[in-house]
């Protein structure tokens, strides 16, 4: 992996990409969400083999961040999903919930309406330190300031919410299911990682990641098997002025 290179797009699968493109012990943090239903290109076989090359590529004292969202008729399927990442070897450290301003209305008088998605914060060893006030919120009751810190910042826990703007018809040329961009920052930011650092999302759709990347000064690392979604985060990124050093169209 070249040291200079800051943005790497891959038009390619990404169990095997990785596996091609990346040695052990590369990458300083992973950022991703995995196709939730099959019709997308979900099955038990891609999450086992791909938890196990973020496990492989992803430095020692590392985080990997797996968003994953709810499925009406599989509803256990993102806390198995975050299993397969433990059986790969990642300690599962915290559960946060992205609660959105938006939701598809629910028919019937069965269920409520959606509101939520998980976020699995995943460790590969534990002499790591997040920087949690890099996404500080103010406190609420103003005499804590000082208590732990003299600043009107508080760690924000495990409930994030983060709104998005709804797609309209003529915005379609980004992804279906593209998580807002204030959603990797997060992580990143979390992650307390340096600028410059490797940052890797196997399944990239429009590159959201990358974008946060960019803005954070970090290295993005970004795989998509679908060409057309490849090609709207290709020109996203290249519409912020990112330069890509490697592009590979499959
Ligand atoms: C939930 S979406 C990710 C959306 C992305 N976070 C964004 O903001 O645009 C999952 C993506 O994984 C892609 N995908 C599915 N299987 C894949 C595979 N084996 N290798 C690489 N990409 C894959 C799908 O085409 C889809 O774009």
């Given at each position: 992996?070249?040291?200079?290179?800051?943005?790497?797009?891959?038009?390619?699968?990404?169990?095997?990409?990785?596996?091609?493109?990346?040695?052990?012990?590369?990458?300083?943090l992973?950022v991703?969400?995995?196709?939730?239903?099959?019709?997308?290109?979900?099955?038990?076989?891609?999450?086992?083999?791909?938890?196990?090359?973020?496990?492989?590529?992803?430095?020692?004292?590392?985080?990997?961040?797996?968003?994953?969202?709810?499925?009406?008729?599989?509803?256990?399927?993102?806390?198995?999903?975050?299993?397969?990442?433990?059986?790969?070897?990642?300690?599962?450290?915290?559960?946060?919930?992205?609660?959105?301003?938006?939701?598809?209305?629910?028919?019937?008088?069965?269920?409520?309406?959606?509101?939520?998605?998980?976020?699995?914060?995943?460790?590969?060893?534990?002499?790591?330190?997040?920087?949690?006030?890099?996404?500080?919120?103010?406190?609420?009751?103003?005499?804590?300031?000082?208590?732990?810190?003299?600043?009107?910042?508080?760690?924000?826990?495990?409930?994030?919410?983060?709104?998005?703007?709804?797609?309209?018809?003529?915005?379609?040329?980004?992804?279906?299911?593209?998580?807002?961009?204030?959603?990797p920052r997060r992580c990143i930011k979390?992650s307390?990682i340096?600028?410059?650092?490797?940052v890797?999302?196997?399944?990239?759709?429009?590159?959201?990641?990358?974008?946060a990347c960019?803005?954070l000064?970090m290295?993005?690392?970004?795989?998509?098997?679908?060409?057309?979604?490849?090609?709207?985060?290709?020109?996203?990124?290249?519409?912020?002025?990112?330069?890509?050093?490697?592009?590979?169209?499959?």
């Amino acid at each position: 992996m070249k040291k200079k290179c800051r943005l790497q797009l891959f038009n390619e699968e990404c169990v095997s990409g990785i596996r091609r493109h990346f040695d052990d012990n590369s990458i300083d943090l992973i950022v991703t969400s995995p196709p939730y239903k099959e019709l997308d290109g979900f099955s038990w076989t891609l999450i086992k083999n791909i938890a196990l090359q973020c496990y492989r590529v992803l430095k020692n004292n590392s985080l990997c961040f797996v968003n994953f969202g709810h499925l009406a008729g599989y509803k256990s399927r993102p806390f198995q999903v975050a299993m397969e990442f433990k059986d790969a070897g990642f300690e599962w450290i915290d559960t946060i919930t992205w609660v959105k301003n938006h939701y598809t209305p629910v028919q019937g008088n069965k269920r409520v309406n959606n509101l939520t998605e998980f976020i699995f914060k995943l460790a590969k060893g534990n002499n790591y330190s997040l920087d949690r006030l890099a996404i500080g919120v103010p406190y609420t009751d103003k005499s804590n300031i000082g208590r732990y810190n003299d600043k009107d910042l508080r760690c924000p826990g495990n409930a994030w919410f983060i709104p998005y703007k709804t797609i309209q018809r003529k915005e379609q040329k980004y992804h279906k299911d593209r998580f807002p961009v204030e959603l990797p920052r997060r992580c990143i930011k979390l992650s307390g990682i340096p600028k410059g650092s490797f940052v890797l999302d196997p399944f990239g759709g429009s590159m959201t990641t990358g974008v946060a990347c960019y803005e954070l000064g970090m290295k993005f690392i970004g795989f998509e098997i679908d060409k057309n979604t490849f090609m709207i985060g290709k020109n996203r990124i290249s519409k912020l002025g990112g330069n890509i050093c490697k592009l590979q169209i499959g």
